[in-house]
C-alpha cells in the first residue's frame, strides 16, 4: 500500500491510496470464500462452484464491492497512521480505480486539526469572587438536613397548609364523574399545588372523618381539552391528617446524617465542604471568562467536516445517555418541544465552542512546554481507584489506551488552565454581576 497527500483548502486534504493488484486479488478470493455458500450453477452442489468458474459465467464485478468495502476497512486506518497528519474528521471516500488485474485506488477526503494563533493569554481579566462561607448559610444548610429528615406523623385537629392528608374524592362535571377524577388513599401535601385552583385551600380546615365537597374551576391552558376552563364539583372524604416533625439539632443529629459524633464537627465539615464548592464554582466562572476571553482574540480555520465529527460524537452521547434512562430521540424531541434540525444546530455550536477552547490551550501548553508527568498520572490512577475500590495498578492495567489517552490529555488541559489562571488578572466584577457585590 502507498500513500499521497494532497493538501486543500479549509485545512482538509485528500489521501490517495494504491493497494497493489496481488492484494485486491486476494480481497476478492475473501469475497468469494464469504459468499460461496449461497452461489450455485448448474452442474455444482450449492457451494462448490469454482472461483474461476464463478469468474467466467458472472464476471470479476461480482466480487468488487464487497472487496472494496474490505480493503477499504483494512488499508484506511493504516493509510491515516502513516500519512503523518493529524486527521479530525471521518474520511468521505471515492473508488477512484477498481479492475482485477490491477492496483485498487481510493480517495480519503478527511479534516486535518487547523493550526491556530493564539490570542494573549498571560494577565487575562477575570472577576474576583468572595469564597467565604458564612455562619448563616451553613444553619440554613443544616436546616435544610432538618427538613429532609423530617417525619410525618398523625394529628388529631383541623388540616392547614404545610400538612399531608389522605382523602378520598370523585369529580363531576355537569353532575357527571369525568374520566380521571376520582381515587381512594390518595396523599396529599397541603401547598404544594399540586391540586388545580384552590382544591387545597379548601380542605384546609377540615377534620379526619369529614365529608365536604370542594368546587374549582380548571384552567384554559389544562392538558385535558374536555376539562379546560371549566367549573368542576369534588365530593372529598378527609381519611387523616398528619404534619411534619423535625428532629432536634443535636449531636444524636449529627450522627444520624454524617460521620461525626458533634453538631460542632458536623457544622466544620459542612463550612469547609461548602468552601471547596464555593471555590470549585469560582474557579469554573474564572476559567470560562478566560477561555472566552483568549478564544475571541485567536484565530483558527476549523473545517466543518471535523465540526460535523464533533456533533455526530455529541449525538452518540446523548442517545445512549438517554437510553440509559429508557428515553429515545423522538420521546426527548417530544418532551423537549425541539426538533433534529434544532438541535444538531444547537450541538453545532457547542462542538465549535469545544474545538476552539481544546485548540487554545493545547497551543498554550505547547508554547509553555506544558507537559503531563508519571506522578501527574499516578495522581489520576489514585482518584479512580479511591472512586472504584481498586488499586492504582489495577485502574491502569483495566483501562483501554484510548482512555489513558484522554485522561493524560484532560491532565494537561488542566495544567494548563492553571498556568493561565495563576497569570491571570483578578478584578472586581461589574455591580450586581454573578451574584457579586448585590446589595
Do not use: W
Amino acid at each position: 500500500m502507498s500513500v499521497a497527500v494532497e493538501k486543500l483548502e479549509h485545512n482538509m486534504a485528500k489521501l490517495t491510496i494504491e493497494v497493489p493488484a496481488d492484494e485486491f486479488e486476494s480481497a476478492m478470493k475473501k469475497s468469494y470464500n464469504r459468499q460461496k455458500k449461497k452461489i450455485s450453477l448448474p452442474g455444482f452442489r450449492k457451494g462448490k462452484v469454482p472461483y474461476a468458474m464463478v469468474l467466467r459465467m458472472y464476471g470479476p464485478e461480482v466480487f468488487y464491492d464487497d472487496a472494496a468495502n474490505y480493503i477499504i476497512r483494512e488499508e484506511y486506518p493504516k493509510a491515516a497512521d502513516e500519512c503523518g497528519e493529524v486527521i479530525t474528521s471521518v474520511p468521505e471516500i471515492d473508488v477512484e480505480q477498481i479492475e482485477k488485474g490491477s492496483p485498487f485506488i481510493f480517495t480519503a477526503t478527511v479534516a486535518l486539526k487547523p493550526d491556530v494563533e493564539v490570542g494573549d493569554y498571560i494577565g487575562v481579566d477575570v472577576y474576583r469572587s468572595d469564597d467565604s462561607v458564612t455562619d448563616e448559610e451553613v444553619e440554613e444548610r443544616i436546616r435544610e438536613e432538618q427538613k429532609n429528615n423530617g417525619r410525618l406523623v398523625p394529628v388529631e385537629r383541623q388540616a392547614k397548609i404545610g400538612d399531608t392528608v389522605d382523602i378520598d374524592f370523585e369529580g363531576y362535571m355537569d353532575g357527571e364523574l369525568f374520566d380521571g377524577g376520582a381515587s381512594e388513599g390518595y396523599t396529599l401535601e397541603l401547598g404544594s399545588h399540586s391540586f388545580v385552583d384552590t382544591f387545597e385551600d379548601q380542605i384546609a380546615g377540615h377534620s379526619a372523618g369529614d365529608e365536604f365537597e370542594v368546587n374549582v374551576t380548571f384552567p384554559h391552558t389544562y392538558q385535558s381539552e374536555d376539562l379546560a376552563g371549566k367549573p368542576a364539583l369534588f365530593k372529598v372524604k378527609l381519611n387523616g391528617v398528619r404534619e411534619r416533625e423535625y428532629p432536634e439539632l443535636d449531636d444524636e443529629f449529627a450522627m444520624d446524617v454524617s460521620e461525626y459524633d458533634t453538631m460542632d464537627e458536623y457544622r466544620k465539615h459542612l463550612k469547609e465542604e461548602m468552601e471547596e464548592k464555593k471555590a470549585e464554582q469560582s474557579r469554573i466562572r474564572k476559567e470560562t471568562q478566560a477561555l472566552e476571553y483568549i478564544c475571541e482574540h485567536s484565530e483558527a480555520d476549523i473545517p466543518e467536516a471535523m465540526v460535523e465529527t464533533q456533533v455526530e460524537d455529541m449525538f452518540r452521547e446523548m442517545q445512549y445517555n438517554l437510553a440509559q434512562s429508557g428515553i429515545t430521540m423522538d420521546m426527548y424531541y417530544q418532551y423537549t418541544g425541539t426538533t433534529m434540525e434544532g438541535l444538531r444546530e444547537q450541538c453545532r455550536e457547542q462542538a465549535n465552542t469545544q474545538i476552539i477552547q481544546s485548540l487554545v490551550i493545547e497551543k498554550i501548553a505547547d508554547k509553555e512546554g506544558i507537559e503531563v508527568s508519571d506522578e501527574d498520572m499516578e495522581e489520576e490512577y489514585g482518584k479512580l481507584a479511591e472512586t472504584f475500590g481498586q488499586t492504582a495498578d489495577e485502574i491502569k492495567k483495566s483501562l483501554p489506551e484510548r482512555e489513558l489517552n484522554r485522561m493524560k490529555d484532560e491532565r494537561r488541559f488542566r495544567k494548563a488552565m492553571d498556568f493561565v489562571l495563576e497569570k491571570a488578572n483578578e478584578i472586581d466584577p461589574p455591580e450586581g454581576e454573578d451574584g457579586e457585590n448585590q446589595e
